[in-house]
C-alpha cells in the first residue's frame, strides 16, 4: 500500500551498505520507522528530504507495518540550523526529547507542531535559546501528560505568594511552607510556566521576562524535564557542555 506522509527526522542510523533507518514524527501516523534505501549513496535523489531535522513529504510504500521511501521531498530544511553548533545541539535535543515523547501508537499532532515550532524558533528567530529551550521543556511535560500544578500552594492551599516549586511533586509552595531545599521560584516564573501551560502552540514564545527569573525558569525546566522523563539526555549535556 501507498501513502503520502508529512513528517520530520528525528533519528537516523546507518543501515546495511548504503541506506539510512529513520525515526520520523508525522502528522497521521505518530512515530514511524522509516527505510531510505541508497539514501547514503551521493547519486540519492532525496539526500536532502532524509537528512535529520529535515520536515518532509514523503510517498511511501507500507507493508505489514514496515515502511520504505519511494519519493521524498523536502518542506522545510531549518536552513540556519547546521551551521551552528550551538542551534545544532539544541535541535539535536529537541529531536531526541521528541523522540522519547513520542509514542508509536499514540498519534499527537500537538507534539509535531512544537517540534516545528521549536526548530523554526531557533532557525529563523532572534528569540533567546534559553527561553526556547525552557518553553520546549515544559511544552512537552505537559503534552506527555507531566503537567505541573500552578494554582495553589500544594501544603496549605493558598493561592499566592509562591517561593519555591517542587520539580518531583510538579506543584508550588507558598513562602510559608517552603522547607527550603526546593528551586525558587518568583511571580514572573509563575506567571511564564502559566502562560507556556495555557497558550497555544504558535503562540507559546511570546511573553516577557526578565534576565533573572529567565534564569530560575530555564534552571527549573531543564531539571523538570530530567526527572520526570527519568532520563539524563546525552544531546542536553552536551549542548550544556558549549557554555
Ligand atoms: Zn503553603
Redesign the pocket.
Same mark, same amino acid.
Given at each position: 500500500m501507498q501513502i503520502v506522509e508529512r513528517g520530520l527526522i528525528l533519528r537516523e542510523t546507518p543501515y546495511k551498505e548504503a541506506d539510512i533507518m529513520l525515526s520520523v514524527l508525522t502528522e497521521c501516523n505518530g512515530k514511524i520507522s522509516v527505510l531510505a534505501r541508497g539514501a547514503r549513496r551521493k547519486s540519492s535523489k532525496f539526500s536532502a528530504a532524509v537528512q535529520l531535522l529535515a520536515y518532509s513529504e514523503f510517498t511511501l510504500y507500507e507493508s505489514a507495518g514496515r515502511y520504505t521511501i519511494n519519493e521524498a521531498e523536502p518542506i522545510e530544511l531549518f536552513y540556519g540550523i547546521r551551521e551552528d553548533i550551538v542551534k545544532l545541539s539544541l535541535a539535536s535535543y529537541f529531536a531526541e526529547v521528541l523522540e522519547q515523547a513520542a509514542d508509536e501508537d499514540c498519534i499527537d499532532p500537538e507534539l509535531l507542531r512544537l517540534g516545528l515550532n521549536s526548530l523554526y524558533a531557533i532557525a529563523k528567530t532572534e528569540i533567546a535559546h534559553e527561553k526556547i529551550k525552557a518553553v520546549f521543556e515544559l511544552k512537552i511535560a505537559q503534552l506527555a501528560g507531566y503537567a505541573p500544578n500552578l494554582f @495553589? %500552594?500544594? @501544603? %496549605?492551599?493558598?493561592g499566592d505568594a509562591f517561593s519555591s516549586f517542587d520539580i518531583r511533586n510538579g506543584s508550588l509552595? %507558598? @513562602?510559608? %511552607?517552603?522547607p527550603g531545599y526546593h528551586p525558587k521560584v518568583d511571580a514572573s516564573v509563575v506567571d511564564a510556566m502559566r502562560y507556556i501551560l495555557g497558550e497555544d502552540i504558535k503562540k507559546i514564545f511570546s511573553f516577557s521576562i526578565n534576565d533573572a527569573s529567565m534564569k530560575l525558569l530555564s534552571k527549573l525546566t531543564d531539571e523538570y524535564l530530567r526527572v520526570h522523563f527519568d532520563r539524563n539526555f546525552k544531546t542536553n549535556t552536551f549542548y550544556k557542555t558549549l557554555f
Open positions: @495553589s %500552594c500544594v @501544603s %496549605c492551599g493558598e509552595l %507558598c @513562602s510559608k %511552607c517552603d
